[in-house]
């Protein structure tokens, strides 16, 4: 790619952090008809991080979609960063993706093709690892570069992992350190080092293929998973709490945080998506033990993740169990930051 191409200058939103508000969202949905057909196992209502629809008593599908404009400068690397971002919705339900389709915007007339063929190819990269099909999809001509994908992924109906299910005395464990969003931010301004990019690259663009695998070898014990992504590890978090109609109380310093977003956050590059996140979340989460003060600790833990990892609500049982298989299949991260206990739902921190 030319040296004068700078793809993250093309993004106005940071990746994943210029999707809607919780708020904005609420506010869209209540315009959707209401389906009653019994086959539909997730819609709207659930605000989940996918829809399944049943075909029989042994399948379903499970789809999703998901699109953003780029969050790293190399085309290749931000492809298969949106497609693993795409693909890790189906992982989150612990459904295997079947097919995808690619969702591109670009700007045809000011930058170069091979840009958008390196894009695609990453894609198709991510794609194939996941063992799923890449098979077409549709384009604009737009001024803003933006990729992604609609996947299709596949299920019993009897073994769908909702964000809605934990329990009381669950514990919490988290597959990614936290941090991308203001990596990102750094990344845009030129200001994150090359090690910082090559690190925040390798985890956006890791599956939580291998991680969903984990938690799925465990279902009956795992009762809640999502992942974190635009919303952050509160806005995730808030929505299996008042889902499941629990509090969750978490450890501060048990969250993994990559280092260059430390550094970066300590700078002031805090993203504005990753503000949003805290401001948002404020109803619902408690700050103790001298982080009600520390405004930089909650920014860092709202930080608007692209491609994060997956948020699983565990019975205290197999926790340990599922922590040393994580750790076995190189999990970037297997950190048990909390637990679910009898409350009011929200989210109470903790140093």
């Not at 465990?218 to 509160?234: M, S």
């Not at 929505?239 to 629990?246: A, D, M, R």
């Not at 109380?249 to 260059?260: A, L, R």
């Amino acid at each position: 790619m030319s040296e004068e191409v700078r793809l993250s200058q093309f993004s106005h939103g940071g990746g994943c952090s210029c999707k809607l508000r919780p708020e904005e969202l609420s506010e869209i949905l209540r315009y959707l008809p209401h389906f009653s057909d019994p086959n539909v196992l997730v819609g709207t209502e659930n605000r989940d991080d996918a829809a399944v629809y049943r075909l029989d008593n042994e399948k379903a599908l499970v789809c999703t979609t998901d699109f953003f404009t780029p969050i790293v400068d190399d085309p290749y690397d931000f492809g298969r960063i949106a497609a693993t971002n795409a693909l890790s919705d189906i992982y989150a339900m612990g459904a295997r993706p079947l097919m995808a389709l690619n969702l591109v915007g670009f700007p045809a007339r000011e930058l170069p093709m091979e840009i958008l063929g390196k894009i695609i190819e990453g894609g198709a990269s991510a794609v194939q690892e996941a063992g799923a099909a890449l098979l077409g999809g549709h384009s604009i001509d737009d001024k803003e570069p933006k990729y992604g994908l609609a996947v299709v992924g596949l299920i019993n109906p009897n073994h769908i992992l909702t964000n809605s299910g934990a329990q009381e005395g669950d514990v919490l464990i988290l597959t990614k350190p936290l941090g991308t969003g203001i990596i990102a931010n750094g990344i845009k301004k030129g200001l994150a080092t090359a090690e910082e990019i090559a690190v925040a690259t390798k985890m956006m663009s890791t599956l939580n293929k291998s991680a969903s695998e984990v938690f799925v070898k465990h279902r009956e014990k795992v009762h809640a998973l999502t992942d974190v992504t635009g919303f952050g590890l509160f806005g995730h978090l808030t929505e299996i709490v008042t889902g499941s109609e629990l509090c969750a109380t978490i450890k501060s310093n048990s969250i993994p945080m990559m280092e260059g977003a430390i550094r970066l956050s300590n700078e002031g590059l805090i993203p504005g998506g990753t503000r949003a996140n805290l401001k948002s979340v404020q109803e619902h989460t408690s700050f103790f033990d001298g982080l009600e003060d520390n405004e930089l600790r909650q920014l860092q833990l709202a930080d608007a993740q692209t491609s994060g990892g997956l948020l699983a609500c565990v019975a205290p049982e197999v926790a340990p169990q599922i922590v040393s298989e994580l750790q076995e299949i190189g999990a970037p991260a297997a950190a048990v930051i909390g637990t679910m206990v009898k409350g009011d739902p929200e989210i109470r921190v903790f140093n």
